[in-house]
């Protein structure tokens, strides 16, 4: 059995299909995770939504901004922006179904005898593998609730709180984990999410650092795959492995192999995604 692990798709249907074929992926043994973001600004949200669906127990996607963004749209709550193209999904006749299985996803995924941690963004580094489980559960618990959803999707908006405590409760502790576990990318000085700066880390203010260099971070020592940052690209460190290699702004998608002990990057070229 293979596990691999697939970047950002962001509805870029052919260089994902490209890539399975490459590897002769075989949903009867081999195991695919992507980190989210499925869908938004590429051109096959829906077909990519129904391919990841259709592989069953043989895909683990752990959801992205981007798959948030799509559960408030069709709930009425944010209108779709300029760069959105997520109407082709809200228009199929299966949306509804197509919705509630991507409610369903997890935003973290953890395998014990890989030693590996998928998720959309990252783990803030004050949390240990028990708390970012712990804290996702509490979303996935709101989101699969069909009379908690809505409401919970109108307050997931906002940057605040920064900081984590054990202390915050309700609402402000569920949009802190949203945040960090599908939108963050740098920590401040304080400890706290910034949530602006989304350039690569050579050009990021001194005041900033990525989160998977803060000293002492709880999570070090285990591996993490994580999407999200188009700008860092495929980059890998000594327990993190960047995934999101911009297919969907005309460059690559990438896919690893995590299984393998030297792990072979593996792309498909796609000019013009959008």
């Given at each position: 059995?293979?596990?691999?692990?697939?970047?950002?798709?962001?509805?870029?249907?052919?260089?994902?299909?490209?890539?399975?074929?490459?590897?002769?992926?075989?949903?009867?043994?081999?195991?695919?995770?992507?980190?989210?973001?499925?869908?938004?600004?590429?051109?096959?949200?829906?077909?990519?939504?129904?391919?990841?669906?259709?592989?069953?127990?043989?895909?683990?996607?752990?959801?992205?901004?981007?798959?948030?963004?799509?559960?408030?749209?069709?709930?009425?709550?944010?209108?779709?922006?300029?760069?959105?193209?997520?109407?082709?999904?809200?228009?199929?006749?299966?949306?509804?179904?197509?919705?509630?299985?991507?409610?369903?996803?997890?935003?973290?995924?953890?395998?014990?005898?890989?030693?590996?941690?998928?998720?959309?963004?990252?783990?803030?580094?004050?949390?240990?593998?028990?708390?970012?489980?712990?804290?996702?559960?509490a979303v996935e618990q709101v989101l699969q609730d069909g009379s908690r959803?809505?409401a919970f999707l109108k307050e997931m908006y906002g940057d605040t709180p920064?900081?984590?405590?054990?202390?915050?409760?309700?609402?402000?502790r569920l949009r802190y984990t949203v945040n960090a576990l599908t939108r963050?990318?740098?920590?401040?000085?304080?400890?706290?999410?910034?949530?602006?700066?989304?350039?690569?880390?050579?050009?990021?203010?001194?005041?900033?650092?990525?989160?998977?260099?803060?000293?002492?971070?709880?999570?070090?020592?285990?591996?993490?795959?994580?999407?999200?940052?188009?700008?860092?690209?495929?980059?890998?460190?000594?327990?993190?492995?960047?995934?999101?290699?911009?297919?969907?702004?005309?460059?690559?998608?990438?896919?690893?192999?995590?299984?393998?002990?030297?792990?072979?990057?593996?792309?498909?070229?796609?000019?013009?995604?959008?």
């Amino acid at each position: 059995m293979a596990v691999y692990a697939i970047g950002d798709l962001q509805g870029c249907l052919a260089p994902f299909e490209r890539l399975l074929e490459r590897v002769r992926f075989d949903p009867s043994h081999d195991r695919l995770w992507l980190v989210g973001d499925l869908v938004n600004r590429g051109p096959h949200s829906a077909a990519c939504l129904r391919l990841v669906r259709d592989l069953g127990t043989a895909a683990i996607t752990v959801l992205g901004n981007h798959d948030l963004h799509l559960l408030a749209t069709a709930a009425g709550i944010r209108p779709l922006r300029t760069k959105d193209t997520l109407k082709q999904v809200l228009d199929q006749p299966d949306a509804g179904e197509l919705l509630d299985w991507l409610a369903s996803r997890p935003l973290i995924h953890h395998d014990t005898e890989l030693g590996w941690t998928l998720v959309h963004a990252g783990v803030p580094p004050a949390w240990n593998l028990v708390t970012a489980q712990r804290e996702a559960r509490a979303v996935e618990q709101v989101l699969q609730d069909g009379s908690r959803r809505k409401a919970f999707l109108k307050e997931m908006y906002g940057d605040t709180p920064a900081r984590w405590s054990d202390s915050l409760q309700g609402t402000d502790r569920l949009r802190y984990t949203v945040n960090a576990l599908t939108r963050m990318r740098f920590i401040r000085r304080d400890g706290g999410l910034d949530l602006e700066e989304s350039g690569p880390p050579s050009g990021a203010p001194s005041r900033l650092t990525p989160w998977f260099k803060i000293p002492g971070r709880l999570m070090s020592g285990k591996p993490i795959a994580f999407g999200h940052w188009s700008a860092l690209g495929y980059s890998r460190g000594r327990d993190w492995l960047s995934l999101d290699s911009g297919c969907v702004w005309g460059r690559k998608l990438t896919l690893v192999r995590l299984d393998d002990a030297t792990p072979e990057q593996m792309r498909a070229w796609q000019k013009n995604c959008r």
